[in-house]
């Protein structure tokens, strides 16, 4: 049986502090500009639209949608899928897709919201929906 790969813990600073606290608790989260409306990921003090500091938390459904992928067959830990996708929310993010068929993906699919454990909080990954 193949052993489960190991991700390494996060690191966490004072800003980013909130978002791994609910990580732990399988919330993802994500931040919006009370002065602009936009949401924004990675969650940043911030706005990196308007440049506001009136930010707060939301949860985010988990739920999105590839913009755009790249397979990596030739890897030493074997093949992986970087992608792009866009939260259900609107913000865009990178992340790697985990637990499918990587052959069977295709910009446009529908993908999930996934938790890969660490030595700290866990990882958010996105899986086929």
């Not at 499918?100 to 700290?120: N, R, S």
Request: net charge positive; glycine share 6%.
């Amino acid at each position: 049986m193949a052993e489960a790969k190991k991700y390494p813990a996060p690191v966490t600073n004072p800003e980013t502090a909130q978002f791994w606290e609910a990580a732990k608790a399988g919330k993802f989260m994500i931040k919006r500009c009370t002065a602009c409306g936009d949401r924004h990921y990675f969650p940043r003090s911030i706005c990196p639209f308007c440049f506001s500091d009136k930010t707060v938390w939301e949860e985010a459904s988990g739920e999105a949608t590839i913009y755009t992928y790249s397979l990596m067959r030739k890897s030493p830990t074997g093949p992986y899928a970087i992608a792009y996708v866009t939260l259900k929310e609107g913000p865009s993010l990178q992340t790697n897709i985990v637990d499918c068929d990587l052959e069977k993906l295709k910009i446009g699919q529908k993908v999930k919201l996934v938790w890969k454990p660490t030595d700290g909080a866990p990882l958010p990954f996105f899986t086929a929906a």
